[in-house]
């Protein structure tokens, strides 16, 4: 029997959908049984991470609080920028998987062996900051989007949150790719669940290493204790 | 603020994680705030409900419990079959929107008043008998799949569980839905949350009443209070 993940989702709630599929994607199944048990709570009202920080700390930490009761073994949440909120998560007191640590270490694990140092993150500005630093710790530089393709950028997030998929949204999120390709990145974190609603590893001459897909294979590893590592 | 919904899902994985986004597509959203709450338990080990019918219906009770003590104040299951054991999921004490009753209610109303009263129903053995009593209570008549086809649905809904999604799967559903218009169906009902993985409404000539569709139709009513009756 796999342990039960608890999702703690919402932000965005498309994203968490993605996230639940990937999870779906990378599990070894034969049957429906086979798969993961997860208890999620997905909750649009979480306060604005940017603007009322105390408060989404608390209510996070009461999400976790209730997906522990509800029988979660091992936490997980599909959103990047709320990690900085992460401490209130962690006071649950069961095992939470780091999205930023993980992707930072995968983005790395990748990149620097083939001689990349300069990794470019597509994120918002929360989320830059926890990269910025989660890089730096592993001896590697962020390049960050720049003037108004920093506000293109959360345009474009917002107009996902809006149901906005389309070719153009699409176009933009290439075109914001190449402006850090352009900057001198050579490798990408898709560091914010929206961005791979938008782009895929195909429309990028960079490697990409996505927080979303990071964040599914850990939690299927987590959940089925090693099981997943047979998985491509 | 809109009413917290609850989801019993897993029964499969991905026709649960299907039905999500189909909440997400009919629920009017500017942005992630618009969004309904919903805390879900996916718990893809229920009990056999064909074949360990009470050890399904204890579970599923357990799993109703959880979710209101989590927050949960309309429930829904996307898994008509599951619906045999409703009993458990009803002594929670939330509101439980009835699968098959909705989408018996759908499928008359948009056919009878076409003067179709033969409807083809797309669905497991369990689901093929809670529909052929939700038909005939409404004065229209069901009409199901014979011999090797009955066999041949199982295989393709068995398929999906494996994450066969691919042409021939969705080949065979198509055909299987033409065998219904061939013993006399002037209507068709998707009556397993698997089928519209399969199969659209553009795929038959025949209208189409998709359980998961109107399931999550009636969730978003529900739960925003009339807001959803606006979209289309």
Redesign the interface.
Known sequence: ?SRVLGVIG?????AT?AF??RV??LTP?????????????????VPDRNTRPGEAEAVLGEMAS??K???AQVLAMPCNTAHAQGAGIRAAGLPFIDMIAATADAAVDATIGGGARRIGVLATPGGEALYQAALAERGAEAVLLAGEDRAAFMAAV?GV???DRGPEARAEMRRLARALAAAGAEALIAGCTEVPLLLAAGDVDLPLTDSAEVLARACVEACLEGAASSVG
Do not use: E, F, S
């Not at 199944?29 to 009202?45: E, F, K, S, T, Y």
């Open positions: 029997m919402g932000m965005g709630p498309a959908v639940l599929q779906q994607a199944a034969g049957g429906d049984a086979d798969h993961i048990r997860v208890v999620m709570d997905l909750n649009p009202q209730g997906l009761t509800a029988g917002y949150k809006r149901g």
